[in-house]
Nanobody
Framework: QVQLVESGGGLVQAGGSLRLSCAAS????????MGWFRQAPGKEREFVAV????????SYANSVKGRFTISRDNAKNTVYLQMNSLKPEDTADYYC??????????????WGQGTQVTVSS
């Protein structure tokens, strides 16, 4: 069992940056691929990025490629999402997810409670 807690969300102006963190409990964090999803008001949850267990392989949604970077520190049981050049359309609740791979949220077993990101124009 893995428990995930996100932090780092907030209000930022367009063009600004934020770094989200997701802290995981348990001693098996390094066994899981980890992903980030987001959900804007009135929209479905969508894939943002995923990173492999050892941090070598990453994949991004086209909408964030070149602006967002996912990384992890297995010694700290933490996965990060560095978000640069933020746009108003990036406004959403951001969720950390573990145990899956790819863009389908149904493939992930563990979820955090979410952290809100608001980008003002």
């Amino acid at each position: 069992q893995v428990q995930l807690v996100e932090s780092g969300g907030g209000l930022v102006q367009a063009g600004g940056s934020l770094r989200l963190s997701c802290a995981a409990s348990g001693r098996t964090f390094s066994s899981y691929n980890m992903g980030w999803f987001r959900q804007a008001p009135g929209k479905e949850r969508e894939f943002v990025a995923v990173i492999s267990r050892n941090g070598v392989v990453t994949s991004y949604a086209n909408s964030v490629k070149g602006r967002f970077t996912i990384s992890r520190d297995n010694a700290k049981n933490t996965v990060y999402l560095q978000m640069n050049s933020l746009k108003p359309e990036d406004t959403a609740d951001y969720y950390c997810a573990g145990g899956g791979w790819g863009a389908k949220s149904s493939e992930y077993n563990y979820w955090g409670q979410g952290t809100q990101v608001t980008v003002s124009s």
